[in-house]
């Protein structure tokens, strides 16, 4: 990843939780590397920012969103569908950030396209593990859409 070494990584977390969206936050800004978290506290709020919509209209794209599958209204999976069915930000990738173990989470989500699933880590050292993980493998090994010039 060459072009975004130079500016913040944009990151959607999608996550109703107010203690998982504290961790989160603690553990990104503990990170080696530039980031603005934005939060969606639910599908529609997601889709409002991804459509950038009334209040969220100078909403950036993110380079990554990190969803949740346990989301009142829509749930993340419903949501992670709607983000691949949409050729506007379907290579925008998502990671599936949950305390969810069950077969039929993962196994769903990767039918769907999900580009990895995530156990919340319940601490704040490991999440801090996850979050170095994160960086190394998103934001220091792959290219995403963003860095492809066309």
């Not at 070494?5 to 959607?12: G, S």
Request: with cysteine.
């Amino acid at each position: 990843m060459t072009e975004n070494k130079h500016r913040a990584i944009e990151i959607l977390l999608v996550e109703d939780n107010e203690g998982d969206v504290f961790l989160t936050k603690k553990a990104f800004k503990k990170a080696s590397f530039a980031n603005n978290m934005h939060v969606a506290v639910d599908g529609d709020m997601a889709f409002e920012m991804l459509y950038k919509q009334g209040q969220h209209a100078d909403f950036v794209t993110p380079d990554i969103i990190l969803l949740d599958i346990n989301l009142p209204r829509m749930n993340g999976k419903q949501i992670l569908k709607k983000i691949k069915e949409d050729d506007k930000i379907r290579r925008i990738p998502v990671v599936i950030l949950t305390s969810s173990k069950a077969d039929r989470d993962i196994l769903e989500s990767y039918d769907l396209q999900a580009a990895g699933y995530i156990i919340k880590p319940v601490n704040l050292q490991n999440f801090c593990e996850v979050v170095l993980a994160i960086e190394d493998f998103w934001f220091k090994t792959v290219i995403l859409p963003n860095d492809c010039k066309i």
